[in-house]
């Protein structure tokens, strides 16, 4: 096996192979991969995995409206079942363990834990206890993410994120999660990929509520930021000891010319990506270029939201997984113009491992104050097939090879990287892609529930095993 997987980090990336970077997992006296505090996990979210939407008062969320509406996911399929986590989490947990994984990056169902009137719901809570005290009797390092993208739809129905109010709703939230949870959790993050949420979400109306007005957008992104925001003191309050952050995902955007309009596109793009989310966190201000892209969707912005909005963070949590290649639309933005001849995942993703390096190196130099960067997801999905017992994901090895070989190429650079979560522990529900798109480590038959190590997690164990032995 560990000849398939080099042969294939070889021939996927020649320019990778070649010159510099080594196979990071290949012992290296000077790899940053192979110190001991180099944290690698996996991560999974809530409505992806756990299934039981409907048990021990459990309120709808806006993925269960979203993915019950004709259209809106592929195949028709939903969460409800989805890899039957809510009941199967000891033998996940067991099965994570055995892989010798030493992080676990989880998100908490907000729909789980309170009722609509904002009061605890003790069995929702129970569920993440037990499993928040399993993974410390196991020595795993737990990063929970307060929200993984589903509101409950009662929220929704008041405006969701559109409604200023449900940014203190929020902060209820996590007020109750954090005095309930203090001490079982190593890091907290509070919003995944705020970007997705409100562009995604209110912008494009690709995902949950499946709005679609770039005005809505920007006021969503607001009042998640906001949201955000005013969460970080409640946790400092309840849970001192703990890490606190944001996990927010990133794009390269390359111009397709040298031409200054589409230098100027590519600039925008990141500005969009990017810029948005990463600038009042850390600047405490909008980039500008953001509006002449979407003149006129400035949001309402009250005395004092910014400075809430920069709370300083004790790390910052990067999700990246591919690139996207622009020109000038003739107008004020951009448009994509994909690459022909580049390799590809299921997805239809690039795979551009230099991306994610030279993101980190320019956030470096763009933000004085960058915290400490944990990559909280990182990884692709392949068309996996088991067989004779075996699920042979050579392009995912190559993958992560290659990204890890990026992260220690930023790690040399400087910039202060302290862990490396791969998405995902185990094949999941894609958002609007179903389960026809499997992300895991780990694959999943939904038809029996049963899970198959594939070689990539065989790999990843392999060298985790080499690495505690030899550190
Ligand atoms: C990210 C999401 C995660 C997963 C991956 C593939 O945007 O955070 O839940 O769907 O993409």
Known sequence: ??????????????????????DPFTPSADSS????????????????????????????????????????????DTGAVACDHYHRWESDIDMLASLGLEGYRLSIAWPRVMDAAGRPNRKGLDFYKRLLNRLKEKGITSFVTLYHWDLPQHLEDRGGW????????FADYTDLMSRELAGTVDAWATLNEPWCSAYLGYGNGHHAPGLANDRFATQAMHHLLLAHGLAIPVLRGNDPASQKGIVANIGRGTANSDSAADQRAAHLFEVQHNAWILDPLLKGEYPQDLFELWPGTEPLVLDGDTQTIAAPLDFLGINYYFRTNVASDGAHGFRDVPLEGVERTQMGWEVHPDGLRDLLTGFRSTYRNLPPIYITENGMASDDKVIDGHVDDTQRISFLKRHLAAVDQAIKAGVDVRGYFLWSLMDNFEWAFGYERRFGVVHVDYSTQKRTVKRSAELVAKFLKERKAKV
């Open 1 to 22: 096996m560990a000849n398939d997987a080099s042969a294939a980090f070889d021939t996927l990336s020649p320019a990778v192979s070649k010159g510099s970077l080594a």
């Open 33 to 76: 991969l192979w110190r001991k505090n180099f944290l690698l996990g996996a991560a999974t979210a809530s409505y992806q995995i756990e299934g039981a939407v409907d048990e021990d008062g459990r309120l709808p969320s806006i993925w269960d409206t979203f993915s019950a509406t004709p259209g809106k996911v592929l195949a028709g």
């Open 162 to 169: 559109l409604n200023r109010d449900t940014a203190y709703r």
